[in-house]
Every structure is written in C-alpha cells, then in structure tokens.
Nanobody
C-alpha cells in the first residue's frame, strides 16, 4: 500500500483547504482510512476516519463541525475538507490506512505528510 498526501499550504484564520490522499497497491474499498496530524513539539493526534463500509466518519472533538472527511472509492482517493481553520490547526497532516479485517486497530500504512499552516 502506498499513500500520497497533498493539498497543504498556508492560509489565514477562517480560511479553507482540502487535503487529498492518493491510495494505491490494494483494493481501496477494503481499507479504513484516517487523517492524523502532528503539530510542532506535540504528539501525533487523530483527526478523523472513515470506514471501509458505509463510509461513516468519526471526528476528533477539536475539528468536529469544521472538517469533513470523505472518500471516492472508484478514484482511490481520500479527502479532508477543512473549513474555519484556526492557528491551532497548524500541523503536518498524515493520511493513514488500516485493512478492515485487521485484528489491530493500529493504522499500519502512512503517507508522507503535508504541512498546513494557519496564520492569525
């Protein structure tokens, strides 16, 4: 499995960005996908995930109502629409994948990360 994240950039507070993650190497539909982020000097944290079946998304409280995770299975693409960005959203964002039949809930495939910078 290979993941390629893109779409990061610099925006002002209140702005929007859409991150994309291209998935390759396996049948995308069988994988639960997620976005994580890591701010400078902080541990990596969960942002959102979307399951392989039915596509029900889950969000961290810090982004609920502002971010939307989605997937396009025919295109093997994962997205994160980020609206109402705040300076505290500044981080490197990573997409991650976990096979739906895996015994562990750990995500075992990761993209290279894309930097999002929000200025006040």
């Amino acid at each position: 499995v290979q993941l390629q994240a893109s779409g990061g950039g610099s925006v002002q507070t209140g702005g929007s960005l859409r991150l994309s993650c291209a998935f390759s190497g396996r049948a995308f539909i069988n994988w639960t996908m997620a976005w994580f982020r890591q701010a400078p000097g902080k541990e990596r944290e969960f942002v959102a995930n979307i399951y392989w079946s039915r596509g029900n998304p889950y969000y961290a409280d810090s982004v609920k109502g502002r971010f939307t995770i989605s997937r396009d299975n025919p295109k093997n693409m994962l997205y994160l629409q980020m609206n109402g960005l705040k300076p505290e959203d500044t981080a490197v964002y990573y997409c991650a994948a976990r096979h739906h039949a895996a015994a562990s809930t750990e995500y075992n495939y990761w993209g290279q990360g894309t930097l999002v910078t929000v200025s006040s």
